[in-house]
């Protein structure tokens, strides 16, 4: 059956074809996956063209319908950035392979061996708004985890998301991976259908607004992976190097303020707060930065006041609120009250401060003088990643390969039984480990 004819088929019925394929990759070897991916690059690369027309078609339709600037910056995908999605998508095939890692091998006893051997999680359901580009990378992990992927964007991405399927698709089929590991779903209606697909769907990541996040969550028994909100930290000790510190909080705050690594707020410490908020306010505004603050920073800067709602917003443009604090204790408390758990960073010169904070303030990411735009799977050296996860239970931050695999445990004897391991006189283990 060709991938056109399964995409086809009822949402159950993709649903069961998609995890067919899984089972099959999943046993491929590396060099078949690699192979496969490395299709997939060239298959877009040939598709270029295509793929430019349909994004424009998808933002001009967007502008039209006044798609939120934050969701226009997502959606667009010039010629520079799917380059450098297919780069990312060659950087994954350069990767180790996760499947088959041999984590335990130990001695139970004579002849008997338990391994703990590290495999595909299965099928993959992945719900993301206007982000082409994350369609590419999201595809190029699953596959090189040998995991099947159901991938739904958003409408505003349709066109998009359509011609770059069909390239993948286009790809695979030149390989010994079944096209149909990846499937595209195109109407609002599938997201509830697939979220209670949870015999054949192992793990749901969406990627979307706290409200589209927490739908997901509530409405499903498979397993979610995610975050909701990127609110997220840059705080200013009194022992930060004045210049060092301007220069990390506009990278943080508009090298892609759409994004969820950039921050929402600054925490100034008050000792440094005449000297830095001048500074920082003047290299912000010059790159129209809407600044907004509490009290003790608009007696600095003639800025509008900030809010309560301001602290725990997710702005995703260029906005900005600033708060004064009297001390490390009282920035470290903000952030755990009102942050998202995403990424939070520090500026100081004080390695004792530093280390306090990156050890107190309950983050996925915790950074130390250097922009919280790091915060991403490429830049870990993840080759890419299907998004960020700011629970406490792994995987945690930038998901990449790593975070796409589980284990198994595998024990071989040569016809051992429990019985003489059990009762007065029982054999003892040995637990040797190799």
Known sequence: MTASQVASLPLTAIAKATRQAARQLAVLPTEARNQAIEAIAQALEAATPEILAANAADCHA????????????????????????????????KLADPVGTVQIQRELDEGLILKRI???????????????????????????????VILKGGKEALRSCETLVKAIHQGLSTTSVDPAAVQLLTTREEIRALLQLDEYVDLIIPRGSNEFVRYVQENTRIPV???????????????????????ITVDAKTQYPAVCNAIETLLVHSAIAPAFLPLAAAALQRRNVELRGDE???????????TEEDWSTEYNDLILSIKVVDSLEEAMNHINTYGSRHTDAIVTEDPDIA??????????????NCSTRFADGF??????????????MPPRGPVGLEGLVTYKYKVTGNGHIVAPYAGKDAKPFTHRDF
């Open 62 to 93: 967007a502008q039209a319908e006044g798609i939120a600037k934050p969701l226009y910056s997502r959606l667009k995908l010039d010629e520079t950035k799917l380059k450098a999605a297919i780069d990312g998508v060659r950087d994954v095939g």
């Open 118 to 148: 590290t495999c595909p999680v299965g099928v993959l359901g992945i719900i993301f708004e206007a982000r082409p580009d994350a369609l590419i990378q999201i595809t190029s992990l699953a596959i090189k985890s040998g995991n099947g």
């Open 225 to 247: 992976l995610g975050h909701a909100d990127g609110i997220c930290h840059l705080y200013i000790d009194s022992a930060a190097e004045l210049q060092k510190a301007v220069d």
């Open 296 to 306: 003790a920073t608009c007696k600095i800067l003639d800025i509008a006041a900030a």
């Open 355 to 368: 280390e306090t904070f990156l050890a107190q303030v309950d983050s996925a990411n915790v950074f130390h």
């Open 379 to 392: 830049r870990y050296g993840f080759g890419a990643e299907v998004g960020i996860s700011t629970q406490k």
